[in-house]
């Protein structure tokens, strides 16, 4: 006999697929926001995304400029430069030493990690704290670390063995909290000192942003159906297990104030800028070799990459550091993908050449003007294919047809090779990222779109842009996320979009960096 709890019991199984979705879009959303209005996050969308958005609006209103000021188009300059930097012994040789010196510089002063000679700020310090507690002494980091319900009262004082800074702390003894949530201890583990102005300021900025008790995210979300619930203990063994990978992972280093650690991503590729700088020669040769013969299926891959890959694959590495990644690494890449395209363009307008194809079709001696429309090349032969116009009409309609030097598609693939190889964990795609930048490199000679020295050019906008981003926003933000990771303060800073979807899920790991 059919009761009126079994089809109530069918009737949540049926609906638990769309209770998932609601859950996952009610999470998503919330997530998104993390503690800012609607209004707050288009604004950070505008600010993070404004450099190619001024790139873009340069680029589509470039035809506007007057013909009579623009600057006189270079047909051959390129064209004999990459003779001789690629074809002859000497310009060879001198290209070969210059770019590894230039690269062992670079690694040398910017991207080699540099430790202490001894350990002595480790030691010195071995018993005192930053700012806050480990675990967190302070009553609402421990209720949301732990998910303890909020009626549930500790009754505990402070420990005698903590710093002097403990006693400004709310009277909490972390002697009487669960021994298996207490490995490492806090006083075992090495200290990462501010000034104290900045630590006054960072802790009144966290203080302030931090989302208490009942409107917390720990609160705000039910558990999700279809994936398990981490326990009490998994979430704070989990978080203690991170911590001691992080302090195993840093470098001492000599410093007077601020983060006197270095710290880069695990399993990072530092080097990437200087060793692609380094073997460009080679490789760029390398790529230019296999231009011929020509075939259908690489007319396609030419196409897939060139096209396709060119305006999917910056998207995708976007969304991927945004998801993945530590909060600021989206940032950091809009940045360094806007800025070096903006001096792209503008080196387009300033210092205009003319594409291989150029001269492939008037010769090396033809006059360049700016009423030239643009052409597709190589492309051609695939709208041919397909029976279609869409390629030919988009670069016949181009507001910058003598923009050779330097190449924006190796520019930008280079751009995300060096962050996924920065900031990516898994080689697999550290490897995609790599055969990326090689398959652009080949589809814009292949395509007779671009000289080997205007990939190279990209290749060396790229290295600057990313060098001063690495320099001036990328190891801050780094800072940051594991100072907030030291601290337990996963709200402030201390996960990333994935990790706070999934927040206290067995899922949550998989989205954090550093699990």
């Known amino acids: 006999m059919i009761t009126t709890t079994s089809i109530s019991s069918v009737i ?6 769309l209770v998932f979705i609601y859950q996952f879009i009610y999470r998503v959303y919330w997530s998104g926001l993390n503690q800012r209005n609607i209004l707050q996050l288009i604004l950070n969308f505008c600010i993070n995304f404004s450099p190619v958005f001024i790139w873009l609006l340069i680029f589509k209103n470039a035809g506007l400029i007057p013909h009579e000021i623009r600057p006189k188009i270079h047909v051959k300059l390129a064209y004999h430069l990459d003779q001789y930097i690629f074809e002859t012994i000497i310009g060879g040789i001198v290209n070969i030493l210059g770019l590894a010196s ?11 990690l540099k430790s202490s000679n001894n350990n002595s700020n480790r030691n010195n310090h071995h018993q005192s704290q930053i700012s806050g507690e480990y675990p967190p002494s302070n009553t609402n980091d421990i209720y949301s670390l732990y998910k303890i319900p909020q009626n549930y009262e500790l009754d505990i004082d402070n420990d005698s063995s903590s ?3 403990s006693s400004n702390n709310s009277d909490i003894e972390l002697e009487s909290f669960p021994k298996e949530l207490l490995k490492p201890s806090y006083n075992q583990l090495p200290p990462i000192n501010f000034q104290d102005n900045d630590d006054q300021i960072q802790d009144s900025q966290l203080d302030n942003n931090r989302v208490h008790d009942g409107n917390s995210e720990n ?6 159906v279809f994936i398990p619930q981490l326990t009490l203990v998994e979430v704070g063994q989990m978080a203690q297990s991170i911590n001691n990978k992080i302090l195993n992972h840093i470098q001492p280093k000599n410093s007077n104030s601020g983060f006197n650690y270095n710290y880069s991503p695990i399993n990072s590729w530092d080097f990437c800028p200087s060793l692609l700088l380094a073997t460009s020669w080679f490789l760029l040769n390398f790529a230019h070799y296999l231009r011929e013969p020509i075939r259908l299926w690489q007319d396609y891959l030419a196409w897939t990459s060139y096209v396709l ?6 998207i995708v590495t976007a969304v991927w550091l945004y998801v993945f990644h530590a909060p600021g690494s989206l940032k950091a890449y809009s940045f360094a993908l806007g800025l070096q395209n903006i001096c792209g363009v503008l080196t387009h307008l300033l210092f205009p050449n003319a ?12 006059n360049a003007d700016y009423d030239t429309p643009g052409y597709a090349a190589g492309l051609i032969r695939v709208d041919i294919a397909l029976g279609t116009h869409l390629t030919s009409n988009g670069f016949h309609a181009s507001p910058i047809v003598f923009g050779a030097l330097p190449s924006l598609h190796s520019a930008m693939a280079v751009m995300t090779f060096f962050f996924v190889g920065y900031y990516s964990r898994w080689y697999i795609i550290k490897f995609l990222a790599f055969m990326f930048v090689m398959i652009q490199w080949w589809a814009t000679i292949y395509l007779d779109h671009h000289w080997r020295l205007d990939l190279l050019a990209g290749l060396i906008y790229a290295c600057i842009w990313f060098t001063i981003i690495y320099k001036l926003v990328i190891k801050y933000q780094q800072e940051r996320f594991i100072m907030a990771r030291l601290k337990y303060q996963f709200n402030n800073g201390g996960s990333t979009m994935g990790m706070r979807v999934f927040r206290n899920t067995k899922i949550q790991w998989f989205f954090d960096p550093l699990s």
């Open 219 to 224: 609160t705000r979300f039910a558990p999700m």
């Open 102 to 112: 230039l690269a062992w510089l670079l690694y040398r002063f910017v991207y080699q």
């Open 355 to 366: 594409a291989p194809w150029f001269i492939h079709m008037n010769g090396e001696n033809a």
């Open 12 to 17: 949540l199984t049926i609906l638990k697929p």
């Open 309 to 314: 890959g060119h305006i999917t694959v910056p």
């Open 163 to 165: 710093s002097s800074n």
